[in-house]
T-cell receptor, first 116, second 112 residues
Framework: AQKVTQAQTEISVVEKEDVTLDCVYETRDTTYYLFWYKQPPSGELVFLIRRNSFDEQNEISGRYSWNFQKSTSSFNFTITASQVVDSAVYFCALSEVSQGAQKLVFGQGTRLTINP | SQTIHQWPATLVQPVGSPLSLECTVEGTSNPNLYWYRQAAGRGLQLLFYSVGIGQISSEVPQNLSASRPQDRQFILSSKKLLLSDSGFYLC???????????FGPGTRLTVT
């Protein structure tokens, strides 16, 4: 069965620090997709990135970057020069295709607090 | 562009009462639709998903049911609510295939 582990339950840093959120996954599929979502205090989940299992290139989007390593089954997320607006719960997710639908298996989330 | 709506935003219901939560998607056709529940512990639990009208797959046996009466409408129901049904309910949609899911604003349900 698919599984996603986010070992860091809560992280608290001071603004402008860099912070890395860890994500480790388990799957027997050879083709799969990984995702990161952000859940601000309002509650709505915001999609950040999708990565397929054949593309191990790191991705950078502004202050956000993602490091995908199949050898260690990890898909870590780094925020550079963190800001208070980055405070949220962040979820890593793994795809699982079933009956024509792609289901997402979520980790338990990491609550990130950026202090001014 | 696509948008997803959920209502109501918040709901307080007594134990044993019925429930109906509605989700609608605009700007796309034949989306895959999903219902999730997020309890106080933060994790998201997939409850139901649908790949087409009238097609519902259940993930977890429970006190809830889902229906898809129209292409872009997804309804979550219960005949009799339990205290354990309290939580944050999120609806999501995706295109068919290995694509990301987009979530609605959620409904916060408190069963008293």
């Amino acid at each position: 069965a698919q599984k996603v582990t986010q070992a860091q339950t809560e992280i608290s840093v001071v603004e402008k620090e860099d912070v890395t959120l860890d994500c480790v996954y388990e799957t027997r599929d050879t083709t799969y997709y990984l995702f990161w979502y952000k859940q601000p205090p309002s509650g709505e989940l915001v999609f950040l990135i999708r990565r397929n299992s054949f593309d191990e290139q790191n991705e950078i989007s502004g202050r956000y970057s993602w490091n995908f390593q199949k050898s260690t089954s990890s898909f870590n997320f780094t925020i550079t020069a963190s800001q208070v607006v980055d405070s949220a719960v962040y979820f890593c997710a793994l795809s699982e295709v079933s009956q024509g639908a792609q289901k997402l298996v979520f980790g338990q989330g990491t609550r990130l607090t950026i202090n001014p | 562009s696509q948008t997803i709506h959920q209502w109501p935003a918040t709901l307080v219901q007594p134990v044993g009462s019925p429930l109906s939560l509605e989700c609608t998607v605009e700007g796309t056709s034949n989306p895959n639709l999903y219902w999730y529940r997020q309890a106080a512990g933060r994790g998201l639990q997939l409850l139901f998903y649908s790949v087409g009208i009238g097609q519902i797959s259940s993930e977890v046996p429970q006190n809830l049911s889902a229906s898809r009466p129209q292409d872009r409408q997804f309804i979550l129901s219960s005949k009799k609510l339990l205290l354990s049904d309290s939580g944050f309910y999120l609806c999501a949609w995706s295109w068919s295939g290995p694509y990301e899911q987009y979530f609605g604003p959620g409904t916060r349900l408190t069963v008293t």
